[in-house]
């Protein structure tokens, strides 16, 4: 059986005053040990939040690092620097930083190869625009992100590696995909995932969704049978509505 995930995203949000709060609030709350709850922080909050966190109920994510453990990458953060801090997690390849930061599916698979053979968790993100969507072409843009993501990954490698659908559409929006519309999609990708590996593989890699997953829809997303988890923005922000997500 796949162990739910529930990964809040904090973006660029919370300085180390505010994030201290909202992870002490967070962990004095009865959390479902049946989830893994993680949280995704910026760079600068890593390292108290590694200390709040040290064997407790919830762990620890980055938002991005590069694939290089070090050299001459001015502001980048490296697989070294986040095993120091014990990140288990890390997010690659956010719609964000393909738009804003020029990431590619290319930059997107260097990254994932480096963080497995660092022991960090890749988080890949992939997910279609809203012309993308329109045009119909979306659902091969996403075989192909999946089919880049996972070049030259092993079997073994592959099944720790957990991928996010996130419709770029749905983030920040408000207008959430159907449970329908993220189910077929999540059940796309692991459609891709057995014809790159087979299917107990594929049977075995978790599949979030993200977009808009706040108390009111996580229910019906996780009833999905594709559906693993879910990647949150907005809602992980605040302790009443991440824990809720947590204990859904
Ligand atoms: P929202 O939950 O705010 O829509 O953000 C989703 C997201 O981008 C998580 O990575």
């Given at each position: 059986?796949?162990?739910?995930?529930?990964?809040?995203?904090?973006?660029?949000?919370?300085?180390?005053v505010?994030?201290?709060?909202?992870?002490?609030d967070?962990?004095?709350?009865?959390?479902?040990?049946?989830?893994?709850?993680?949280?995704?922080?910026?760079?600068?909050?890593?390292?108290t939040?590694s200390?709040?966190v040290?064997?407790?109920k919830i762990?620890?994510?980055?938002?991005?690092?590069?694939?290089?453990?070090?050299?001459?990458y001015?502001?980048?953060?490296?697989?070294?620097?986040?095993?120091?801090?014990?990140?288990?997690?890390?997010?690659?390849?956010?719609?964000?930083?393909?738009?804003?930061?020029?990431?590619?599916?290319?930059?997107?698979n260097?990254?994932?190869?480096s963080?497995l053979?660092?022991?960090?968790?890749?988080i890949?993100?992939?997910g279609?625009s809203?012309?993308?969507r329109?045009?119909?072409?979306?659902?091969?843009?996403?075989?192909?992100?999946v089919?880049?993501?996972?070049e030259?990954?092993s079997t073994?490698?592959?099944?720790?590696?957990?991928?996010?659908?996130?419709?770029?559409?749905?983030?920040?929006?408000?207008?959430?995909?159907?449970?329908?519309?993220?189910?077929?999609?999540c059940?796309?990708?692991?459609?891709v995932?057995?014809?790159?590996?087979d299917?107990k593989?594929?049977?075995?890699?978790?599949?979030?969704?993200?977009?808009?997953?706040?108390?009111e829809?996580?229910?019906?997303?996780?009833?999905?049978?594709?559906?693993?988890?879910?990647?949150?923005?907005?809602a992980?922000l605040?302790?009443?509505?991440?824990?809720?997500l947590?204990?859904?």
């Open positions: 059986m796949r162990k739910p995930i529930i990964a809040g995203n904090w973006k660029m949000n919370n300085t180390i505010e994030g201290q709060a909202l992870v002490s967070i962990l004095n709350r009865e959390l479902n040990e049946s989830v893994e709850a993680v949280i995704c922080v910026p760079f600068t909050f890593l390292q939040a200390k709040m040290d064997g407790n762990k620890l994510g980055a938002q991005n690092m590069h694939w290089e453990e070090k050299g001459a001015t502001g980048e953060i490296s697989p070294l620097m986040l095993n120091e801090l014990n990140v288990e997690y890390v997010i690659i390849g956010h719609s964000e930083r393909r738009q804003y930061f020029n990431e590619t599916d290319k930059t997107v260097m990254k994932t190869i963080a053979s660092h022991n960090i968790t890749p890949v993100c992939v279609e809203l012309q993308e329109e045009n119909d072409s979306y659902k091969e843009l996403i075989e192909d992100q089919r880049k993501a996972f030259g990954i073994e490698d592959a099944k720790k590696t957990v991928i996010a659908y996130e419709p770029i559409w749905a983030i920040g929006t408000g207008r959430t995909a159907s449970s329908e519309q993220a189910e077929e999609i059940q796309l990708i692991r459609n995932l057995t014809s790159l590996y299917e593989t594929a049977q075995a890699i978790r599949i979030l969704y993200g977009g808009s997953v706040k108390p829809n996580i229910k019906e997303l996780m009833a999905m049978e594709n559906i693993d988890g879910a990647l949150v923005g907005g992980s605040k302790a009443d509505d991440f824990v809720q947590i204990n859904y």
